[in-house]
């Protein structure tokens, strides 16, 4: 079994940056990648980026290319996603998810492949 807990939502204004983590206990050697998805009201939950539980592979969608970033702390057990240059439509909750079985293309990882969860963490971007 593999335990998720993320942190480090808040209340941010538009332009500013926040980050979260994501501290992984329990079977942590079976993790193979982490994924980040964010879901607002009566939207389905969106993939967000990932990174190998290695920390040699990340991706990140494109919408958030070039302000999102995410990566390992290999003595924490911990993954991260830094969020710079926030944007309103980027207020969801935050989760972070793990694989531990599938080894296809990061950014192709089907949703039923992240088997572990954590509980979500809210941001909030204000305009």
């Known amino acids: 079994q593999v335990q998720l807990v993320e942190s480090g939502g808040g209340l941010v204004q538009a332009g500013g940056s926040l980050r979260l983590s994501c501290a992984a206990s329990g079977r942590t050697s079976n993790i193979y990648t982490v994924g980040w998805f964010r879901q607002v009201p009566g939207k389905e939950r969106e993939f967000v980026a990932a990174v190998r539980w290695s920390g040699y592979t990340t991706y990140s969608v494109d919408s958030v290319k070039g302000r999102f970033s995410t990566s390992r702390d290999n003595v924490k057990n911990a993954v991260y996603l830094q969020m710079n240059s926030l944007k309103p439509e980027d207020t969801a909750v935050y989760y972070c998810?793990?694989?531990?079985?599938?080894?296809?293309?990061?950014?192709?990882?089907?949703?039923?492949?992240?088997?572990?969860w954590g509980q979500g963490t809210q941001v909030t971007v204000s305009s």
């Open positions: 998810a793990a694989t531990t079985g599938y080894r296809g293309a990061i950014q192709f990882i089907p949703l039923a492949q992240y088997n572990y």
